[in-house]
T-cell receptor, first 118, second 111 residues
Framework: GAVVSQHPSWVICKSGTSVKIECRSLDFQATTMFWYRQFPKQSLMLMATSNEGSKATYEQGVEKDKFLINHASLTLSTLTVTSAHPEDSSFYIC??????????????FGNGTRLTVT | DQQVKQNSPSLSVQEGRISILNCDYT??????FLWYKKYPAEGPTFLIS?????DKNEDGRFTVFLNKSAKHLSLHIVPSQPGDSAVYFC??????????FGTGTSLTVIP
């Protein structure tokens, strides 16, 4: 089946540093990948839609200069949290779909990255 | 504004019995619905989906029911097994738009 690999699974960093999270589709090409954030006991909130070869589309309220997204190839999207602060501590999950924008096609998720900023 | 709601944060069921997880939505434009299962520290795993042209979809022990007039869907697991213990998220989308997720229901199946 489809596999989405996300790395690292957890990271601890100091306030002010930057952290890069990678998301790879291992056995299919994903023109579109999605980045979610999950707070404890809350639903998955879409942060941005990553499009291969073009700029990411950010959801309202998400700082594009803070959460840099690069979709360098059909199998790799990266999320960089720049100048991280403790309030950025969260669980970040990427996903991709066979069906491009995911319409009428389920999303396949990576295992997530637990970011802790001290 | 929470467009997809799961009002029960947790549910406990005896092994072998039926588990029923509920989900309500507010957007009448939603036409594709999914259930995901999530274990701690892992990403969600797709379980089953249903499009708005159907009112029922079955896959093994899992059945999803859709009531469009009530804007309600449910996931039935029968018989429930201890390995089904996880957090279950429902999600919905409309054409060309993002998926909206509920807050999840933590299911515990008691052996």
């Amino acid at each position: 089946g489809a596999v989405v690999s996300q790395h690292p699974s957890w990271v601890i960093c100091k306030s002010g540093t930057s952290v890069k999270i990678e998301c790879r589709s291992l056995d299919f090409q994903a023109t579109t990948m999605f980045w979610y954030r999950q707070f404890p006991k809350q639903s998955l909130m879409l942060m941005a839609t990553s499009n291969e070869g073009s700029k990411a589309t950010y959801e309202q309220g998400v700082e594009k200069d803070k959460f840099l997204i690069n979709h360098a190839s059909l199998t790799l999207s990266t999320l960089t949290v720049t100048s991280a602060h403790p309030e950025d501590s969260s669980f970040y999950i990427c996903s991709a779909s066979f069906g491009g924008d995911g319409y009428n096609s389920p999303l396949h998720f990576g295992n997530g990255t637990r970011l802790t900023v001290t | 504004d929470q467009q997809v709601k799961q009002n029960s944060p947790s549910l406990s069921v005896q092994e072998g019995r039926i588990s029923i997880l509920n989900c309500d939505y507010t957007n009448s434009m939603f036409d594709y619905f999914l259930w995901y299962k999530k274990y701690p520290a892992e990403g969600p795993t797709f379980l089953i989906s249903i499009s708005s042209i159907k009112d029922k979809n079955e896959d093994g022990r899992f059945t999803v029911f859709l009531n469009k007039s009530a804007k309600h869907l449910s996931l039935h697991i029968v018989p429930s097994q201890p390995g089904d213990s996880a957090v279950y998220f429902c999600a919905a989308s409309s054409p060309g738009n993002q998926f909206y997720f509920g807050t999840g229901t933590s299911l515990t199946v008691i052996p």
